[in-house]
């Protein structure tokens, strides 16, 4: 094998997940609700939806969730979690109970890195307490001796794709400065408990998604720029007194931010297409270039003046945020996008060069060494695939799954990964693969938009027994670890 597929010896191996649909145990432990514990499953063609109650009447009823678009209740309507309805975060596919013996498959890969994130709301159920809830960090405290006695380092997003929904409910999520505060008290509560057994954090889990999703990803329901952009510079105070906050609990921890990038192509040589996939770049470039680079770029703001936004900040913040950026980036890159001047309009076009995932993702490995390069060109700092898999239905023949769709998108991915540290010089901490045991997709909700390489025996109801199964693609990327990535 050439050097060209070499790895680093101290290159982080392993695997990603996150508590909202993992995790489960919803409702123990003395968690509050999250905002994503009251929406259903959907599918290809079918938004999730948010529950609701009416408190007065006792009606109930349903609110699609859909892209750049609010999200509103009927009046005195309250998101609630409703009898006879799935929920798929409040079960998760049950890591609360199944954690040792999950952890046990992860090192049986030989695993050194367990991307995970803390439910906030398990931490503080309500968002706004003063005291944090006990069990719940002694939940966590378990998770992470676990890990320890693997030698498996956690990486552990602190929000992933979810919030205390009374957050929501009270504040209306990160349009309010006082989350701010509330997120503080959290990163503190972490810091302080766990210096000891994570060195690696990440603050916002795909923070520019805030823009197509702003309740997901910042607990704000109104859907406009201004909203959007007061929660976003809320978020990015908040991620660098979180990196001050780091430093003076304990340096040797390290803060990155999680940014969800895809590369964008211009349709044809046509300049103006050009033009557009250089805009359409920035719309994620702009967030890792406050919370990384450390200031806010010309071209956002003059969107902003073009767009009559005017943030509410303060004083102190714009110094804050250039002393404390983040000090790695964490990314998730799974396909890239193809845009036209003739429909600027469309988001994305059909890129003829490329296949697509059975919902509808192309399959790009080249978009991982473009984004390393991207990355590293701009901000010289360590870099973290912190994302990356195929989402596919699996089909279970005589106790096994022949995954090798799913083989063949991670090692071109591994290739790439590879072309980016030994041609192009680029610094990357690690790879976890993304969903590396099956469990509900972010997206749609599903179960059968498996991602594992472990599979997990459940439908989209929820019903099935949980079993864990090894699939093709387990045993291959225990080869990888072993081999460094010189077997592939
Ligand atoms: C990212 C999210 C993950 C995840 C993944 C796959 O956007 O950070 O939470 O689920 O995408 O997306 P999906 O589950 O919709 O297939």
Redesign the pocket.
């Known amino acids: 094998m050439t050097d060209t597929f070499r790895f680093p010896e101290n290159f982080l191996w392993g695997g990603a997940t996150?508590a909202n649909?993992y995790e489960g145990g919803g409702m123990e432990g003395g968690k509050g609700l999250s905002i994503c514990d009251v929406l259903t499953g959907g599918s290809k063609t079918r938004s999730r939806q948010m529950t609701w109650i009416n408190r007065t009447t006792g009606e109930t009823g349903y609110t699609a969730l859909r892209p750049r678009t609010s999200l509103v209740l009927p009046e005195n309507a309250e998101p609630a979690v409703l009898d006879n309805e799935y929920y798929p975060s409040l079960k998760g596919v049950d890591f609360y109970h199944h954690y040792k013996e999950d952890i046990a498959l992860a090192a049986e890969m030989g695993f050194k890195a367990f991307r995970m994130s803390v439910n906030w709301a398990r931490i503080f159920p309500q968002g706004d307490e003063e005291e944090p809830n006990e069990e719940g960090l002694q939940f966590y405290d378990s998770v992470f001796d676990e890990l320890k006695k693997y030698d498996i380092e956690p990486l552990v997003t602190m929000c992933?794709?979810e919030m205390p929904l009374a957050l929501t409910l009270r504040y209306g999520g990160w349009s309010d400065r006082r989350v701010v505060g509330f997120f503080e008290r959290y990163a503190k509560v972490l810091f302080t408990r766990y210096q000891h057994k994570v060195k690696y954090w990440l603050t916002f889990?795909?923070i520019d998604?805030i823009a197509n999703f702003p309740l997901i990803c910042a607990g704000v329901p109104e859907y406009s720029p201004q909203a959007i952009a007061q929660a976003a510079h809320h978020m990015f105070v908040a991620s660098a007194k979180t990196v001050k906050l780091k430093n003076e609990i304990n340096p040797d921890m390290m803060v990155g931010q999680m940014l969800?990038y895809m590369p964008v192509y211009g349709y044809s040589c046509n300049p103006k297409d050009q033009l557009l996939a250089m805009e359409r770049e920035r719309d994620a470039l702009f967030f890792s270039d406050v919370q990384v680079g450390g200031f806010y770029p010309a071209y956002k703001l003059k969107e902003y003046e073009r767009n009559g936004v005017v943030l509410e900040t303060e004083e102190e913040d714009f110094e804050l945020i250039r002393k404390y950026p983040c000090e790695f980036i964490g990314f998730?890159c799974?396909k890239s996008m193809c845009v036209s001047s003739e429909e600027p309009e469309k988001r994305n076009l059909k890129n003829p060069y490329l296949k697509e995932s059975e919902?509808g993702w192309t399959i790009d490995p080249d978009c991982l060494r473009l984004t390393l390069n991207e990355l590293y060109d701009r901000y010289h700092k360590p870099l973290w695939i912190v994302?990356n898999g195929l989402?596919a239905e699996d089909t279970v023949v005589d106790g096994k799954i022949h995954d090798d769709y799913r083989i063949d998108y991670l090692r071109d991915s591994v290739k790439s990964i590879a072309q980016a540290i030994n041609l192009d010089g680029v610094e990357v901490i690690g790879l976890t693969v993304?969903?590396w045991i099956d469990i509900i997709?972010?997206?749609?909700g599903e179960m059968k938009?498996r991602?594992g390489l472990v599979y997990v025996d459940m439908d989209d109801e929820g019903r099935g027994s949980l079993k864990r199964i090894r699939k093709d693609s387990f045993w291959w990327y225990q080869k990888v670890i072993r081999s460094h990535g010189t077997e592939l």
């Open positions: 996150a649909q992933h794709y889990n795909e998604n969800a998730s799974y919902w994302e989402g993304w969903g997709s972010a997206g749609t938009k991602y």
